[in-house]
C-alpha cells in the first residue's frame, strides 16, 4: 500500500459515519422516476452540502426534456471546485433517480435503515451510496490538500433510469461532459467495488407490426389472420436468428457471461381483438400482430447491421410467403460504448483498486445501458468508465441495501485515483 495518500485514507476511516448518514440522507428523497418526484430537494441538498466546501454550484432544469412540467421539473446539480493551479478535470456523477418501490419489501424503503453494516432502502445501491462515496472521497481529499492542482467536479443528475434525456445527455448537449471543461468521469453505478466497467452494450428496440385481413372466427378462411404471420416471423428467429446470435461472442467483458454474446427479448407480443366484458373472445380473424423486440448488440456489430438482419427476414417473408404484409417501426437505438482499459481513468483506478483492497481488478461491461453512451456520444469524451460499490444484481430489488464496508473502500478507491489523475499523488 502505498504511504503518500494515507491521510486522506485515515480520512475516509474517521467519516464512515458521515458516509452512512449522508447515504441515508439521500435515501429519504423519494426520487422515483417516472414521475421525477423530489428532484428538486435532492438536487438542493446535494448542492447546500458541497457549496460549504468551496464549490460553485449549478442548477439546471433540462427544460423542455421529456416529463419535465412545473410539477416535475428535471433539476440537475453540477459541483465545481477549482483548485490552486490549472490542470485536469475529474468529474463524478452519479443519477440521483431510483425506479418505482415495487412489492416484497420487508423494510421501509425510503428511510435510510442502517443494520448489520449495511444501509437499505430505493436507491441504496442504484446508486445513492456510491454517490455518497465519491462525496466523501471528494472532501477528504480536498480537506488534506486544499492546494490541490487542477479540478474536482461532482454533479446529480436525473432520469437515468428512463434514458438520461433530462440529466446527462441534456448537460452533455450543452457541452457539460467535454473537453476541455472535464477530462475524466466516473460513474459510480453499482459494479462491483473490485471491477472497472468500460462500457456496454447496444440496444436496438423496434416493434414489428403484421397485417391480416378481418373476417368472421367460424371462416377464417374469408380472412387472414395476422397472428399466422407473426408465427412465421418467429419460426424464422427460432430458426436462423436466435442461433447466429448465440454464435456471436464479443471480445468486450461483458458481465454476466450469458451477455456476452448478442441477444434478443420479444418484450411482448399483441395480436387479435380483446375479450368483451364477459371475458369471452371476439370471434374475429386477427387484422393485427404486434411484437416488440429488444435486440442487445456488440461492439464487433454495427447498428445497420443488426436493422439488417431483422428486415432481410421480413422482406424474404414478404417476397416468399403469401399476403404477408408488415410495418417496422424503430422505438429505439443506442450504439455500444466501450473505452479504453489502457486510458487514464480506467488504468488508474484498476492500479488504485488492488492498492486499496490486494484483489486483482477485472476489466468488464455492463450488459445494459447507462448514462456512458451520453458522455461518449454526444460528449465524445473517451475517459470514461463506471465504478462504484455495491452489486448490480441488488439493483431495482425489494429490500435493496449497499454495505457500509464496500462504501467504504469505494471511497478510497475513487480519492486515490482523483489524486492520481490531478498529478497530486504519483
Ligand atoms: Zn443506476
Known sequence: MTTDMQPVLNRIDDRVDDLVELTADLIRFPT??????????????????????????????????????????????IARR???????????????????????????????????????????????????????????????????????????????????????????ERGWFSAPRVNHVIIPEPLNVDRVCIGHRGVWWAEIETKGRMAHGSMPFLGDSAIRHMTAVLERFEQKLYPDLAARVSDMPVVPDGARQSTMNINSLHGGQAEDFDGLPAPCVADSCRMIIDRRFLIEESLDDVRAEVTTILENLASSREDFRYELREMFAVEPSISDKTGPVAATTAAAIKEILSVEPSFVCSPGTYDQKHIDRIGKLKDCIAYGPGMLDLAHQPDEWIGIEDMTSAAKVMSLVTARLLGLSA
Not at 428532484?39 to 423542455?64: H, M, N, Q, T
Not at 419535465?68 to 428535471?74: A, G, H, L, V
Not at 441504496?124 to 467536479?153: H, N, Q, R, W
Open 82 to 172: 477549482e483548485g490552486s493551479r490549472p490542470g485536469p478535470c475529474v468529474h463524478f456523477n452519479g443519477h440521483i433517480d431510483v425506479v418505482e418501490v415495487g412489492s416484497g419489501w420487508t423494510v421501509p424503503p425510503f428511510d435510510g435503515l442502517v443494520e448489520d453494516g449495511k444501509v437499505y432502502g430505493r436507491g441504496a445501491c442504484d446508486m445513492k451510496g456510491g454517490l455518497a462515496s465519491a462525496i466523501i472521497a471528494v472532501e477528504a481529499l480536498i480537506d488534506t490538500y486544499p492546494e490541490f492542482p487542477g479540478t474536482i467536479e461532482i454533479s446529480g443528475t436525473v432520469d437515468e433510469e428512463s434514458g438520461g434525456y433530462g440529466g446527462v445527455a441534456y448537460l452533455a
Open 32 to 77: 422515483i422516476n417516472p414521475p421525477g418526484e423530489a428532484y428538486r430537494p435532492c438536487a438542493e441538498f446535494i448542492g447546500d452540502r458541497l457549496s460549504k466546501r468551496g464549490f460553485k454550484i449549478e442548477y439546471v432544469r433540462a427544460e423542455g426534456a421529456p416529463g419535465d412540467s412545473d410539477t416535475y421539473p428535471r433539476i440537475n446539480v
